[in-house]
């Protein structure tokens, strides 16, 4: 399996532009997680799916993000307005049931 | 709670060495305790795990131990080498989330 896999690595937009994150997980896994990484809050869980259902959103800063999962191979992350506070390393990963968590390489943003 | 406490934030030895990197956690209901390597410009990957029936867990150089009664585990790294140099996090699952700590910087100098 190529594992999780990300697009874009890279994204770099302006203030007020929407921005689209993706995300395929490993096949067969049916938990996907979305974590935004910074230097100072760390790893933040923002939001996850179970058989393509979210969860639990509570880590989710505010109305400008949201995430969905049409089906169990692709998920996406959409930032509408984008601030430059948003910018960080975004990762998708995703589990079997109760196994181990496998994340993907991550999309940096920067929000100028 | 959910948190998860790791030390220490920066750790630097010399090639050959071991490195030890500790975390604790408070609640009763964890059971997965995975460790996890980033490298610079990838995402995190992990590199062992233990779960609470087990109390140490071994592959080549790396060892994780356990002790459910103190609530902590801790990541063990011998004969260290210059392509060990990661952020290390540590991470606990309680239910279907995973709770992460905020991770030691590992210098191996040559």
């Known amino acids: 399996d190529a594992g999780v896999i990300q697009s874009p690595r890279h994204e770099v937009t302006e203030m007020g532009q929407e921005v689209t994150l993706r995300c395929k997980p490993i096949?067969?896994?049916?938990?996907l997680f979305w974590y935004r990484q910074t230097m100072m809050r760390g790893l933040e869980l923002l939001i996850y799916?179970?058989?393509?259902?979210?969860?639990?959103d509570s880590g989710m800063p505010e109305d400008r993000f949201s995430a969905k999962m049409p089906n169990a191979s692709f998920s996406t992350l959409k930032i509408q307005p984008s601030e430059p506070r948003d910018s960080a390393v975004y990762f998708c990963?995703?589990?079997?049931?109760?196994?181990?968590?496998?994340f993907g390489p991550g999309t940096r943003l920067t929000v100028t | 709670g959910e948190n998860v406490e790791q030390h220490p934030s920066t750790l630097s030895v010399q090639e050959g060495d071991s490195a030890v990197i500790k975390c604790t956690y408070s609640?009763?209901?964890?059971?997965?305790f995975p460790w996890y390597k980033q490298e610079l410009g990838k995402g995190p990957q992990l590199i062992i795990d233990?779960?609470?029936?087990?109390g140490e867990k071994k592959d080549q150089r790396i060892a994780v131990t356990l002790n459910k009664t103190a609530k902590h585990f801790s990541l063990h790294i011998t004969e260290t080498q210059p392509e060990d140099s990661a952020v290390y996090f540590c991470?606990?699952?309680?239910?279907?989330?995973?709770?992460f700590g905020t991770g030691t910087s590992l210098t191996v100098i040559p």
């Open positions: 990963a995703s589990t079997p049931g109760f196994g181990e968590q496998y």
């Open positions: 096949s067969g896994h049916d938990y």
């Open positions: 233990i779960r609470s029936n087990v």
């Open positions: 609640d009763s209901a964890s059971n997965y």
């Open positions: 799916f179970n058989n393509n259902v979210p969860i639990d």
């Open positions: 991470a606990k699952r309680s239910g279907n989330q995973f709770y």
